[in-house]
């Protein structure tokens, strides 16, 4: 799950949880506005945990240099 489509998922569930009055019968849309923000939340904490981790990984030399030090 991406960035926006985390963000999406909150602005979902607040219009749902905020917005929305009409009833359903055996559904209470406001539970359901809550539980996609707080999916949504989560999502975006791992995407933005994935977006910001930092790795070791050696940086290929440049082909076009034979100088290591260059």
């Known amino acids: 799950m991406g960035i ?3 963000i999406f998922l909150i602005a979902v569930g ?11 019968s055996g559904i209470e849309l406001a539970t ?5 923000m707080v999916v949504g939340a989560v999502g975006l904490l791992i995407s933005l ?5 930092v790795t070791d990984r ?5 082909r076009r240099s034979t100088d290591p030090y260059a």
């Open 4 to 6: 926006g489509t985390s």
């Open 14 to 24: 607040a219009i749902l949880k905020f917005a929305v009055t009409a009833t359903v």
């Open 32 to 36: 359901v506005g809550v539980i996609l």
């Open 49 to 53: 945990f994935y977006l910001t981790r």
């Open 58 to 62: 050696p940086v290929p030399p440049d």
